[in-house]
């Protein structure tokens, strides 16, 4: 059974840092696209930053280049969202999603978007919070 935990949410003021990460397990940790997507209170879902395993090629959405950072561990089956000068507008439920055919980050780097369509599993998510 895949399973995706995500872990490393908490409150930071503004301009802080916290890193993000997301244990995967339940299959072999290859070829597949890890992405980070989060909902603020009352919003939709809205796709941050994915990370090809077979490659590394990255995306980001443009609220969050230059700040934040995605990165994989092999080793460890993990995906780590490293997130930097965070703003209180970065507040949301932050979820880690698994593609299993490899295309996602393809696809976002075509249409300049991230689709939850094109994922397959999901973890609970973690609450970041970023105060003024």
């Known amino acids: 059974e895949v399973q995706l935990q995500a872990f490393g949410g908490g409150l930071v003021q503004a301009g802080g840092s916290l890193r993000l990460s997301c244990v995967a397990s339940?299959?072999?940790?290859?070829?597949?696209?890890i992405a980070w997507f989060r909902q603020a209170p009352g919003k939709g879902r809205e796709g941050v930053s994915c990370?090809?395993?077979?490659?590394?090629?990255?995306y980001y959405t443009d609220s969050v280049k230059g700040r934040f950072t995605i990165s994989s561990d092999d080793a460890q089956n993990t995906v780590y969202l490293q997130m930097n000068s965070l703003k209180p507008e970065d507040t949301a439920i932050y979820y880690c999603?698994?593609?299993?055919?490899?295309?996602?980050?393809?696809?976002?780097?075509?249409?300049?978007?991230?689709?939850?369509?094109?994922?397959?599993?999901w973890g609970q998510g973690t609450l970041v919070t970023v105060s003024s």
């Open positions: 999603a698994l593609d299993d055919s490899g295309l996602a980050v393809l696809n976002s780097l075509t249409d300049a978007t991230m689709n939850e369509d094109w994922y397959d599993y």
């Open positions: 339940g299959f072999t940790f290859d070829g597949h696209v």
């Open positions: 990370i090809s395993r077979s490659d590394g090629t990255t």
